[in-house]
């Protein structure tokens, strides 16, 4: 044991080194006649006392914790998702920098490279992962298997083979869904848009989350009299041209919340706004983008339930049996501004159960 550490325990600093011996602390501070110099002595200690003090309070601070977060691309809801769960943990206490660093890693929409970024966190070692939407978060799962990951923004945990139930996982993998209310959704347009029968749907046929939506989106329609016409993008650079494809066949376009095509929203609110159809989003941030309206959940606030669920794992319970946790507040969310770039008229009805209305 050092001298350090042997003194924070109130040990002798410099013990003998053989039995019968004086201590090394006494031969080192003695003078040339034998006389102990005092003075010495105490300066000598204290001095090692400051040293101790400051070598064991190193020491005993632990780590920070090293969370890796991955997010299959940029966009408004996913950035807010990732930023709820920073703050929140900050609330909770894991100070950036200081408890707890960020790997901030972003796929930018490509699959090998959401691989590649969670095998980087299995190799760096990191403490816990934020898988942010079902790509990433199918990516970290097949990876890592012996550290805690948390998602968010994944639509379906059972379809995507992440857990076993929603109400007990199973696995190392817990965190919160973002399925909307797709059925509500589609009430929505017909409320604002009695007239619609036939409804556009775009979406990336190879993200699980958005083919789970889509199924309910045939039943719901089929229960609300309407007729689904789908268009599909298997990446970003094809959300244009499926949007004109809906052109002169449909009356109105819906967009769940698919990563692919919400990256690109801008292709869809042109198609939209050119040929005047009514285009209902699957959350708000669509929304401000430049969609007419949606009914939907608040991703920031999933990013700070989630963080909870961190906090939670963090403390030691097993992710295995903590249950997937959905956002029970949804909220309407109007655009004014895209009603009357799209020649749309927003029923009173709609607009006094509105809890934002944009301009």
């Given at each position: 044991?050092?001298?350090?550490?042997?003194?924070?325990?109130?040990?002798?600093?410099?013990?003998?080194?053989?039995?019968?011996?004086?201590?090394?602390?006494?031969?080192?501070?003695?003078?040339?006649?034998?006389?102990?110099?005092?003075?010495?002595?105490?300066?000598?200690?204290?001095?090692?006392?400051?040293?101790?003090?400051?070598?064991?309070?190193?020491?005993?601070?632990?780590?920070?914790?090293?969370?890796?977060?991955?997010?299959?691309?940029?966009?408004?809801?996913l950035?807010?998702?990732?930023?709820?769960?920073?703050?929140?943990?900050?609330?909770?206490?894991?100070?950036?920098?200081?408890?707890?660093?960020?790997?901030?890693?972003?796929?930018?929409?490509?699959?090998?490279?959401?691989?590649?970024?969670?095998?980087?966190?299995?190799?760096?070692?990191?403490?816990?992962?934020?898988?942010?939407?079902?790509?990433?978060?199918?990516?970290?799962?097949?990876?890592?298997?012996?550290?805690?990951?948390?998602?968010?923004?994944?639509?379906?945990?059972?379809?995507?083979?992440?857990?076993?139930?929603?109400?007990?996982?199973?696995?190392?993998?817990?965190?919160?869904?973002?399925?909307?209310?797709?059925?509500?959704?589609?009430?929505?347009?017909?409320?604002?848009?009695?007239?619609?029968?036939?409804?556009?749907?775009?979406?990336?046929?190879?993200?699980?989350?958005?083919?789970?939506?889509?199924?309910?989106?045939?039943?719901a329609?089929?229960?609300?009299?309407?007729?689904?016409?789908?268009?599909?993008?298997?990446?970003?650079?094809?959300?244009?041209?499926?949007?004109?494809?809906?052109?002169?066949?449909?009356?109105?376009?819906?967009?769940?919340?698919?990563?692919?095509?919400?990256?690109?929203?801008?292709s869809?609110?042109?198609?939209?706004?050119?040929?005047?159809?009514?285009l209902?989003?699957?959350?708000?941030?669509s929304?401000?983008?430049?969609?007419?309206?949606?009914?939907?959940?608040?991703?920031?606030?999933?990013?700070r339930?989630?963080?909870?669920?961190?906090?939670?794992?963090?403390q030691?319970?097993?992710?295995?049996?903590?249950?997937?946790?959905?956002?029970?507040?949804?909220?309407?969310?109007?655009?004014?501004?895209?009603?009357q770039?799209?020649?749309?008229?927003?029923?009173?009805?709609?607009?006094a159960?509105a809890?934002?209305?944009?301009?």
């Amino acid at each position: 044991m050092c001298c350090f550490r042997r003194l924070c325990v109130g040990l002798d600093p410099f013990p003998p080194p053989f039995p019968g011996q004086k201590s090394l602390s006494i031969i080192y501070l003695k003078g040339a006649n034998g006389e102990l110099k005092s003075k010495v002595l105490r300066r000598a200690l204290l001095l090692l006392a400051v040293l101790t003090l400051f070598v064991c309070s190193v020491g005993a601070h632990a780590a920070p914790i090293r969370v890796g977060i991955t997010q299959i691309v940029e966009h408004p809801s996913l950035d807010q998702a990732r930023q709820g769960f920073i703050d929140r943990m900050t609330e909770l206490g894991y100070v950036e920098g200081v408890d707890i660093v960020y790997d901030i890693q972003s796929a930018q929409g490509d699959l090998t490279t959401a691989q590649t970024i969670a095998r980087k966190f299995q190799s760096d070692g990191v403490d816990l992962v934020l898988a942010i939407a079902t790509p990433t978060a199918q990516a970290a799962a097949h990876v890592i298997k012996d550290t805690p990951i948390l998602i968010t923004a994944v639509t379906d945990p059972v379809a995507a083979e992440l857990v076993e139930s929603i109400e007990r996982p199973g696995t190392n993998v817990t965190g919160t869904s973002d399925l909307t209310p797709v059925k509500a959704q589609l009430e929505l347009l017909k409320e604002i848009v009695p007239s619609a029968t036939r409804v556009g749907i775009v979406y990336n046929a190879g993200e699980v989350n958005s083919v789970v939506q889509v199924e309910i989106a045939r039943q719901a329609a089929a229960e609300l009299g309407l007729t689904l016409i789908e268009a599909t993008a298997a990446n970003s650079s094809e959300v244009l041209q499926a949007a004109q494809s809906l052109q002169g066949r449909v009356d109105a376009i819906y967009v769940p919340t698919d990563n692919t095509v919400v990256s690109a929203l801008e292709s869809v609110v042109l198609v939209a706004e050119r040929a005047k159809l009514p285009l209902i989003a699957g959350e708000a941030d669509s929304v401000a983008k430049g969609a007419l309206a949606t009914i939907g959940i608040d991703y920031y606030l999933l990013g700070r339930q989630t963080a909870d669920i961190a906090h939670r794992v963090l403390q030691g319970e097993d992710p295995a049996e903590i249950s997937i946790e959905y956002q029970e507040e949804q909220n309407v969310v109007v655009n004014l501004g895209a009603a009357q770039r799209m020649n749309v008229t927003i029923p009173d009805a709609v607009l006094a159960k509105a809890s934002q209305i944009l301009e």
